[in-house]
């Protein structure tokens, strides 16, 4: 099997750039017609395979609107990603595991081998330390997955750390790029990506990633292609991966209309691989 890297530039190559969120919120299933218990979410999440299965370059469940619903909620995602990676489509679980030691093991068996919510990439937090991954990043590379590392995030609260000075002169964020980085030499594109906000004003220098950009905040939140050309290096734009959740979402529950939404996007960005 080829790697994680590999696989996610030849789908963006194919569809297009934009991945897509699946973002089951109690407002979102209402305003769908559908009940806020396991039964609307699982409503819910067939509509969403059905719309985007075999037509985006990845598509990202978060995992937290999952859990929610308790063993019933992990049951409808287990069978969401079983159902898009049995059909090719890439599944990014959005779960932000961060932990050190034997739970970070657990934390990366979970989602990155072979069990019931094994996915194609993980969403990770580094902030107890890049190396505390050390787990999730070296089962990726053994499995051929990928980690998404959480660097420079959009929130306001982010920046209270992430744009904290090192010794070396380094943001905090940007040190967990270059680890990234140093994760991804040697390689033709590598399979540990960081996740840098769409919505930022300054972003961490990028140009030595060689490896997926996801840059939620997209669409609804205020992001948009100038605001990616402002952040990202003219030749790291071939990849960035637009995340796209609301600006999608609000258009179902049909699924008609949310296909013709994400086409309408994948010409938006298609930019990006040009």
Request: proline share 5%; aromatic share 6%.
């Amino acid at each position: 099997m080829k790697t994680f890297g590999a696989r996610l530039q030849h789908a963006m190559a194919h569809f297009g750039p934009v991945c897509v969120g699946i973002d089951p919120h109690p407002a979102l299933l209402a305003s769908w017609g559908l009940a806020a218990d396991a039964d609307g979410l699982e409503k819910f999440a067939e509509i969403c395979v059905e719309a985007f299965d075999g037509r985006v370059a990845m598509v990202k469940p978060q995992v937290a609107f999952f859990e929610t619903y308790g063993s019933a909620g992990i049951a409808v995602l287990e069978r969401t990603i079983e159902v898009l990676r049995g059909s090719g489509t890439l599944v990014l679980a959005d779960a932000k595991r961060g932990d050190i030691g034997s739970t970070m093991d657990a934390y990366a068996s979970a989602w990155l081998a072979d069990g019931p919510l094994g996915s194609d990439a993980l969403t990770a937090s580094p902030y107890l330390g890049f190396d505390s991954l050390a787990p999730a990043l070296d089962l990726a590379a053994a499995n051929r997955r990928g980690v998404f590392v959480l660097a420079a995030t959009s929130n306001p609260e982010g920046a209270q750390l992430q744009r904290v000075i090192t010794g070396d002169g380094r943001s905090i964020a940007q040190t967990m790029v270059d680890a990234a980085a140093a994760r991804n030499a040697g390689t033709e594109f590598g399979s540990i990506g960081v996740v840098v906000g769409a919505t930022l004003t300054e972003a961490p220098d990028l140009s030595e990633l060689n490896g997926p950009i996801l840059m939620p905040g997209v669409g609804a939140q205020g992001g948009g292609p100038e605001t990616i050309r402002d952040l990202v290096p003219a030749a790291m734009l071939a990849a960035v991966v637009p995340n796209v959740s609301r600006e999608v979402l609000r258009d179902g529950p049909d699924v008609t209309a949310l296909r013709a939404r994400v086409s309408a996007l994948q010409d938006e960005f298609g930019f990006l691989q040009r």
